[in-house]
């Protein structure tokens, strides 16, 4: 099994959609969560840090964690063709220099 | 510059090349990482350097030879590369402690023929 698990997708939603992408994880010990957004052909960028379970807002950006499912997720509200992008999931253990494990990323198309 | 830098962009090389890649990191880290992304595969771990020191080796083939000569610089020398070492080789650092989260530079696309 997987450490963590993530639908590659494709997902293709309309402009000013809500859009919900998971991650599930199997390692009890991971207690900080992010998501990456990559463009094409760029690197990925940090979007959303949190710690432990709980919610956490950022503009029409929300994180949520679930420590007693081991299921992450992050809602993407009026969704914009600028959000076409793909999501990483990403998680580490707190004790481990920051060595993050990846999820393999969800395609994500906004289309106008 | 701010933020993770990488040179080159774009990078096509024969198996018998030797090149190498750079990264420079701004954002006074003490960790740098590289990183191998293929297509619809996660990303994957290559090396971890902790204040210029190797932490990590994620079982990396030696053909792949990092290099670290201060905590803003990180090298990776290629030689006698396959075909199926064409990806996206992503920079990234961070801190050291758990909280710490990692930055990426834009990545090199490696493409050998």
């Known amino acids: 099994q997987k450490e963590v698990e993530q639908d590659p997708g494709p997902l293709s939603v309309p402009e000013g959609a809500i859009v919900s992408l998971n991650c599930t994880y199997s390692?009890?010990?991971?207690?900080?969560f992010m998501w990456y957004r990559q463009y094409s052909r760029k690197g990925p960028e940090l979007l959303m840090y949190?710690?432990?379970?709980g919610n956490k807002e950022d503009g029409r950006f929300t994180a949520q964690v679930d420590k007693s499912s081991k299921y992450i997720s992050l809602f993407i509200r009026d969704s914009q063709p600028s959000d076409s992008a793909t999501y990483l999931c990403?998680?580490?253990?707190?004790?481990?220099?920051?060595?993050?494990?990846f999820g393999r990323g969800t395609q994500l198309t906004v289309w106008p | 510059e701010t933020g993770v830098t990488q040179t080159p962009r774009h990078l096509v090389m024969g198996m018998t090349n030797k090149k190498s890649l750079k990264c420079e990191q701004h954002l006074g880290h003490n960790a740098m990482y590289w990183y191998k992304q293929s297509a619809k595969k996660p990303l994957e771990l290559m090396f971890v350097?902790?204040?210029?020191?190797?932490?990590e080796n994620n079982s990396v083939p030696s053909r792949f030879s990092p290099e670290c000569p201060n905590s803003s610089h990180l090298f990776l020398h290629l030689h006698t590369l396959q075909p199926e070492d064409s990806a996206l080789y992503l920079c990234?650092?961070?801190?050291?402690?758990?909280?710490?989260?990692?930055?990426f530079g834009p990545g090199t696309r490696l493409t050998v023929l």
């Open positions: 990234a650092s961070g801190g050291t402690g758990g909280e710490d989260t990692q930055y």
């Open positions: 990403a998680m580490n253990r707190g004790s481990t220099l920051g060595r993050l494990y």
């Open positions: 949190t710690y432990s379970s």
């Open positions: 390692n009890s010990a991971f207690q900080y």
């Open positions: 350097y902790n204040f210029k020191e190797q932490t």
